[in-house]
DNA sequence: CATGAATGAGCCTTCATTCAT
DNA sequence: TATGAATGAAGGCTCATTCAT
């Protein structure tokens, strides 16, 4: 067998692989975890069942390689966001159009109850906490963190907040409201409409100590501390 | 028969009842509506699966009497605590303390997601709509939103404010930080400190008098524009 | 209890039990033996499960019930109807078309089949050929069988007739093309022309023989039997 | 693999599905459709319950292959007979006895009946019109009401014949008196005995010239309106 | 006599997984 | 590697019947 056909075969592979998760995640999005046997899943794309167990040993793993992917996505998508936008208020509105973008095309709803679903019902699982899928999460999770720090250390948004329960009022305000929008297929400026609601009361509690303290506003801040970092930038270039 | 052996056997098949459901809320939190048979759950309730189903004629039937009974609950108790509290921002505290306090004595965590899973899985319910279930939980949303629009009334609040996000944040982050809670039989002051993090940002961004800081000026907004120029720059600058 | 309380209390019983056969024989036909619950039967005559019981000792003693009493009412129709008709073919087209209604009215087909089911089926009742039904049945055909004993004897009929097969033929073309009739709401015009249809090539078969030999016809062959008769009971008379 | 190999494993899966069918057929026709749980045919089959869901999705599936198949058995059993025999009278015994043997061969008393009881039990079937069962069985009448017509044209009986009595006739008294052949295993002779029983009377009365007679003149009638009163009063004198 | 709660065996069917080919 | 026939445990649910009240 030569490179090519390696190559050829290779790719084959991973197209079935793709196929079956594909399939996997459609189904499970409609039917449910449970609802959904691994024939169908198999039938629909257009493998056989020994096949499908050729590729995932378990349903369950199957499972988590989706959500694995799921998390992927979420976390590339994200950071590459990040990286082209600079404003902290800029980000989150981001951040919450992704979240939501991603969780609906993929119909994921039900895939991100499964996460917590499986957590529980297969906590049999006892490597779950070294999981890959834990791994995401957390990688995931410290984006949003690392938004927050960073527009903490910039001095957009107060000091004094509790990360933890900014990051569960992002996630959970965005997920609650969710159900409504899914179902029928909303238009992009519902979803628009639903993150701006979101994200802005937090914004404005982000910030709301600040306006009444001092005089100092928040863009005379902004510009004090880039004069601070491109001065520090420039002591840096001087050394080298 | 008098009236004494009435109730007595009244109460004893409202016993069993309660036994079967009580149970089955164990038995669906710790493995989850699937993976719970009702042989298991007759067997934990110390009847045999015959006498389940004459009880409750379905699966399914027994999880809506437990997440009704459960709305039931929660109903009854919010508005028993309203009642007796005046102050808006301690009605709000008092029912995110409710909320999770019940949701996490039933070791509802299941339950309550189970029910958003099942409005999915099952949604060939096609009455779902009508359902007591949905009636339940408009009404309890309800509560929410009077305390809110109360506080409105009397001056304590903003009035601009979007319901139905500060409905989201306000759910969506009391559950979502629940899961770390759960697991470890959580003190009562955690979860107080979990109440009073997720409360405070949403309770200070109902107050914010946006119209505070002043017509936004073109001046403020090109400044920030030029905040944003320069941190860019810096990044880049970094970066190489 | 006096007798009056009596009477009203065993009516009572009689009414209940007409109640619950009656209930049971429209489900029966309705959705077969087997597709009938108790329950169902209990509700449809609105008495409790324990009461059914009470009267029936068993699901399967209940259909003997119905079956004997459908019996019993076709015995007695038939014979009835063969006393006050003295022709040997209106007899058979009267036997015809009282069974064909009775069938039909008790939406009886089902009993019908649920009768030779039940010989097959419920073969462990091995005191089957000694029960009532059994005995009604044979009882039933003789009525059948007399009158084309009693045909023969006046002439009407050959004598050389095979009986059991032309009961065959009889009962059996008749259910035969039952099932074609059920279903609508059939006509008692087309209840007649299916009898007329059975019945009609049959008589044919049993005259066909006579009609070729001799010049002696049938109505020759009345006349002369019913004067011989007539000249018995004058002879008789005048012994008394 | 080569053809040979394909062709062992595709008798394989046949000889499968065909000792199911067998299976279920002997313990249909010994005990009932109902009386006979799919564990047992599986049993009796030698395979496990799975493979026989495998092969047939729903126990009601088996029984329509079964019928069917019982059916084509008799189709093409009757098709080839009709075609080596030429007479009318000779084609009717042959198709009678060769309708017997199969239905008492088979045991197949019971699918007989369960097809007509299915067509009642099961009748929320609402394809059943368009179903195989229900052509073959069209397709299996239709050889007879052929053989028939044949003879009609032939001018071996008479053209005013009600074909759907004459079939009722046939197929009915057939049936009707097969029970009494069943439980003991009838010798040919028997069969051959009821055959001649049945077809005989039926084949005269295809055959009786009705205008042989010669047109039933007034005076016949008025004789037998006379002998039918002077019976009426025999049988009045006899009972007093 | 009447009730209806209680029973538990048994039913048909599904399903993830294995393995010979 | 790919197949799909085979498995058998388990699932939700039904039902005729019993029995304490």
Redesign the pocket.
């Given at each position: 067998m030569n490179r090519t056909e390696l190559n050829k075969?290779r790719s084959?592979?991973e197209q079935?692989e793709a196929d079956i998760m594909n399939a996997a995640t459609s189904l499970f999005a409609e039917k449910g975890f449970?609802?959904?046997?691994?024939?169908?899943?198999?039938a629909a794309a257009g493998?056989?069942?020994?096949?499908?167990?050729?590729?995932f040993?378990?349903?369950?793993?199957l499972l988590q390689a989706i959500l694995d992917n799921f998390y992927a996505e979420l976390i590339e998508s994200a950071q590459e966001g990040i990286r082209k936008i600079m404003g902290t208020r800029d980000r989150l509105l981001f951040l919450a159009r992704n979240h939501l973008r991603i969780l609906m095309d993929q119909q994921a709803l039900m895939a991100r109850l499964i996460q917590v679903y499986l957590s529980v019902d297969v906590n049999y699982y006892r490597d779950y906490k070294n999981s890959l899928l834990h791994q995401l999460n957390y990688r995931y999770t410290r984006i949003f963190d690392g938004v927050i720090m960073e527009g903490m250390e910039r001095g957009y948004i107060r000091e004094d907040l509790e990360l933890s329960a900014i990051r569960d009022l992002f996630f959970g305000g965005l997920e609650y409201g969710m159900r409504t929008l899914m179902g029928r297929k909303s238009s992009k400026k519902k979803i628009d409409a639903h993150v701006e609601a979101i994200v802005q009361p937090l914004w404005e509690s982000m910030q709301v100590a600040e306006t009444t303290a001092g005089g100092k506003n928040v863009t005379d801040s902004r510009l004090e501390q880039a004069c601070e970092r491109l001065e520090k930038i420039a002591a840096r270039m001087e050394k080298s």
């Open positions: 075969s084959r592979l079935r449970h609802g959904t046997s691994t024939r169908k899943i198999a493998v056989s069942e020994g096949t499908l167990f050729h590729y040993a378990t349903k369950n793993v």
